[in-house]
Nanobody, 122 residues
Framework: QLQLAESGGGLVQAGGSLRLSCVAS????????MAWFRQAPGQEREFVTT????????AYGDSVKGRFNISRDNAKNTVYLQMNNLKPEDTGVYYC???????????????WGQGTQVTVSS
C-alpha cells in the first residue's frame, strides 16, 4: 500500500512563496503519476498540477500556470510543489495524490495524503 505524507504548508503573505513536499512510503514512487489538488472551504477539490513518472511531462491548472512548479525525485520517493507569487485565492488544503494515467478528475487517483494547509494573507 502506497502512503503519502505532505509537509511545507503554512501562512504566507500575498506575493510570497512556499515549497510543499510529499514523501511516499510503502511502494516505489516511480511507478506512479503524481499530482497535487487543493480544496478551499465549501468548495470542490481542484486540480493543481500533475507530473508523469519520469518527471519530464507536466500539466497545470489555469489558475496556477506560470506561478507553480511540480517536480519529483524518485530516488528520494518525493514530489515537490514550488509555489511562487501566491495569492489569497490559493488558500486551501493541498493534497498529494498518486495515480496511473493523466486526468484532472480527483476520483481517478488511487492514493491520497492527509493534506497540508496553505493560507495566503492579503
Amino acid at each position: 500500500q502506497l502512503q503519502l505524507a505532505e509537509s511545507g504548508g503554512g501562512l504566507v503573505q500575498a506575493g510570497g512563496s512556499l515549497r510543499l513536499s510529499c514523501v511516499a512510503s510503502g511502494r516505489t514512487l516511480s511507478r506512479y503519476r503524481m499530482a497535487w489538488f487543493r480544496q478551499a472551504p465549501g468548495q470542490e477539490r481542484e486540480f493543481v498540477t500533475t507530473v508523469n513518472w519520469s518527471g519530464n511531462i507536466t500539466a497545470y491548472g489555469d489558475s496556477v500556470k506560470g506561478r507553480f512548479n511540480i517536480s519529483r525525485d524518485n530516488a528520494k520517493n518525493t514530489v515537490y510543489l514550488q509555489m511562487n507569487n501566491l495569492k489569497p485565492e490559493d488558500t486551501g488544503v493541498y493534497y498529494c495524490t498518486a495515480g496511473y494515467y493523466y486526468t484532472e478528475r480527483p476520483e481517478a487517483y488511487s492514493y491520497w495524503g492527509q493534506g497540508t494547509q496553505v493560507t495566503v494573507s492579503s
